[in-house]
């Protein structure tokens, strides 16, 4: 079956420190990888996406097959940043639904 | 403006008494899709919609029912609401690129 991890449920950080949010899945598939994030009183939306292969707000993820991850990293956080972030797996089934890992919230203090 | 519009915002009711979130898109998309978020347990998925009269159960859709009579439509009924569906819920539509759109939440609590 397929799941997403996400094993912190809160990081904190200090600005302009390095950031690594951690995920983690099982698929017996080809995996296709999302992050998602929710700011503060605002909807959730798509963050960035692993066959884009493109920066976004400064974070980048990249699948490691080998390792089943898909963490989301930042070499110098904003407070701006502080958010919730969700790590997504499609399935490529006839649904190609998403399943959600549990979320990590990150907090960049000044 | 493309939106997911889901109403209300803010329920508070009581067991047992049968309610409704509406959800709206003005995207045309065509899959349509419930979830919903709570602490340490992420976003599930209650049910979803691949086009008009089609239904299908997500991961958690006991107590939920859904109907799609129209695209831009998909409601979320619980007939016979209880505390553990106590919950903030979103509707999202599917971009042609496969991205979700979510709206806002409703954020509903059940006594």
């Known amino acids: 079956a397929q799941r997403v991890t996400q094993p912190e449920k809160l990081l904190s950080v200090f600005k302009g420190a390095p950031v690594e949010l951690k995920c983690n899945y099982s698929y017996s598939g080809s995996p296709e990888l999302f992050w998602y994030v929710q700011y503060s009183r605002q909807r959730l939306q798509l963050l960035l996406r692993?066959?884009s292969r493109e920066s976004i707000k400064g974070f980048t993820a990249d699948l490691n097959k080998g390792e089943t991850s898909f963490h989301l990293k930042k070499p110098f956080a904003q407070e701006e940043d502080s958010a919730m972030y969700y790590c997504a797996l499609r399935h490529h089934n006839a649904g190609n639904m998403l399943t959600f890992g549990g979320g990590t919230r990150l907090m960049v203090k000044p | 403006e493309a939106q997911v519009t889901q109403n209300p915002r803010y329920l508070i009711t009581v067991t047992g008494k049968k309610l409704t979130v509406t959800c709206s898109q003005n995207m045309n998309h065509e899959y349509m899709s419930w979830y919903r978020q709570d602490p340490g347990l992420g976003l599930r998925q209650i049910y979803y919609?691949?086009?008009?009269?089609?239904?299908d159960k997500g991961d958690v859709p006991e107590g939920y029912k859904v109907s799609r009579k129209e695209k831009r439509n998909f409601p979320l009924i619980l007939e016979s609401p209880s505390p553990n569906q106590t919950s903030l819920y979103f509707c999202a539509s599917k971009r042609s690129t496969g991205e979700l759109f979510f709206g806002e939440g409703s954020r509903l609590t059940v006594l």
């Open positions: 919609s691949m086009n008009v009269e089609v239904t």
């Open positions: 692993h066959i």
